[in-house]
């Protein structure tokens, strides 16, 4: 298995929802990311977590919260999103910090 | 600071060859990379290079690393309709840590034309 797949693909939700995204990998990478990408714009780094323990926060707000309850999972969570919120998030996972990133294909979200 | 800079556009004809620069600022990367993103598709990882290494050739695709410039760049040799994309350069300013941010440049959205 050479993927990370994230789940749902799509995700439309309301200002006052609480909903999750998912991302998994089975490659035995310790590294796993959260980024956040806009139209037209390169990918912006959000979390980075390695070997299960939160390593880089970007200074996101605290409406999105991750979550990485094993090696192979990582969770957002999200509470409160803004319209401006909406963008696709994309899951990245690496074995460690020196080596390439695989990309799931992300989660298109559009807050309403 | 860091910083990963590229050209937006790029047009070719259809089984030409592509050329894609960029250029970066931080000098202790290890690693820089060619992803590439269809519309509404997450990205690709297309092809790597270590900072030690002048060129990487696989296929189609050929990257060349000029250090003391710090320029790299992406040729795509006989250019087909589905290359067209966005093709970002990025990388890995920090070799060490168990877990580093990679800095993307803004992006080269390569065109084909018949």
């Known amino acids: 298995d050479t993927e990370v797949t994230q789940t749902p693909k799509h995700l439309v939700m309301g200002m006052t929802n609480k909903k999750s995204l998912k991302c998994e990998q089975h490659m035995g990478h310790r590294a796993m990311y959260w980024y956040k990408q806009k139209a037209k714009k390169p990918p912006e780094l959000m979390f980075v977590y390695s070997y299960e323990k939160l390593s880089i926060n970007e200074s996101v707000p605290s409406r999105f919260s991750p979550e990485c309850p094993n090696s192979s999972l990582l969770n957002l969570h999200l509470h409160a999103l803004q319209p401006e919120d909406s963008a696709l998030y994309l899951c990245?996972?690496?074995?460690?910090?020196?080596?390439?990133?695989?990309f799931g294909s992300g989660t298109r979200l559009t807050v309403v | 600071g860091e910083d990963v800079e590229q050209s937006l556009f790029l047009s070719v004809r259809e089984g030409d060859s592509s050329v894609i620069n960029c250029t970066y600022t931080?000098?202790?990367?290890?690693?820089l990379y060619w992803y590439k993103q269809e519309p509404g598709a997450g990205l690709q990882l297309l092809t790597y290079?270590?900072?030690?290494?002048d060129m990487k050739q696989d296929q189609r695709l050929t990257v060349l690393l000029n250090k003391k410039d710090k320029h790299l760049s992406l040729r795509i040799a006989d250019t087909q309709t589905g290359d067209s994309a966005i093709y970002f350069c990025?990388?890995?300013?920090?070799?060490?840590?168990?877990?580093?941010?990679?800095?993307f440049g803004s992006g080269t959205r390569l065109s084909i034309r018949p």
């Open positions: 290079i270590f900072s030690n290494m």
């Open positions: 990025a990388e890995s300013p920090y070799p060490y840590s168990s877990a580093s941010k990679i800095i």
């Open positions: 990245a996972s690496s074995q460690d910090g020196r080596d390439r990133n695989t």
């Open positions: 931080d000098s202790s990367s290890t690693y």
